[in-house]
């Protein structure tokens, strides 16, 4: 199987942005040699973004976009395994930090986030 690396949502809003350089190089590099994916919370975090103004763009669009632009796909992979993974990720009350993150556990994919929270708690995160 291919290498599949899993985005945070606010990897998607910087991508969709064009500040790519906010991402470290590490995670830039291996976004030029692998396909990338979101989990499906990502495209509901990015509505709710839109919806309270925090972004001003659709999730529609942003994906579409990136679709366009670097290949990204919304995960298609059976969602049920990632549910079983989030009931042991108790390290959080953020329904999208622990869907996300049990998202890339379930599915052994390596999850590019920042967020220092799901970096600590989540093995498969990385950002350097």
Same mark, same amino acid.
């Given at each position: 199987?291919?290498?599949? /690396? ?7 809003? +910087?991508?969709?942005? =064009? ?8 995670? !830039? =590099? !291996?976004?030029?040699?692998?396909? %990338?994916?979101?989990? &499906? ?6 509505? @709710?973004? @839109?919806? $309270?103004? !925090? /972004?001003? /763009? &659709? #999730?529609?669009? $942003?994906? %579409?976009?990136? %679709?366009?632009?670097? =290949? ?6 059976? *969602? ?10 108790? +390290?959080?009350?953020?329904? *999208?930090?622990? $869907? $996300?993150? #049990?998202?890339?556990? %379930?599915?052994?994919?390596?999850? *590019?986030?920042?967020?220092?929270? /799901? ?5 498969? #995160? *990385? +950002?350097?």
């Amino acid at each position: 199987m291919e290498a599949v /690396i899993a985005l945070d949502t606010h990897v998607v809003v +910087w991508l969709h942005a =064009g500040e790519v350089s906010l991402l470290p190089e590490m995670v !830039r =590099g !291996r976004l030029d040699g692998e396909d %990338a994916v979101v989990c &499906p919370l990502v495209v509901l975090e990015l509505e @709710y973004l @839109y919806e $309270i103004d !925090r /972004i001003t /763009i &659709p #999730a529609d669009t $942003i994906l %579409a976009d990136l %679709a366009a632009d670097i =290949g990204l796909e919304v995960c298609s992979r059976p *969602f049920v395994s990632t549910l079983r993974e989030s009931l042991k990720q108790k +390290w959080t009350r953020d329904p *999208f930090d622990r $869907i $996300i993150s #049990a998202h890339a556990v %379930a599915n052994s994919m390596d999850l *590019f986030s920042k967020d220092e929270s /799901i970096l600590k708690n989540c093995e498969r #995160a *990385f +950002w350097r």
